[in-house]
């Protein structure tokens, strides 16, 4: 688990800084954890372990079948949560 590690450095960074400002320090980096989290799914969707037995019942399917699909909404996902992290004020 990397969120604890990065929650801790960031409030180390930001000591001299204001209770509001260290709280959304905190709040950014903590948001930027969950969407890299949620990203990351997207380029190794174990959640289709899960599905493909069920949807592909019959048929010979397997997740690499899907993986090539995944890269335009990583990418997409990628440039959205980016600019929503930077741009976005909490």
Sequence with gaps: MIGPSVIEAVQNIAVRASPEEMTAITARASLSIAYGESLTNLLQPFYLLLVLPVMGAGIKIQARDVMGYLV?????????????????PL
């Design 72 to 88: 335009v909404p990583f990418m997409l996902y990628f440039i959205i949560q980016s600019l929503m992290v930077i741009f976005v």
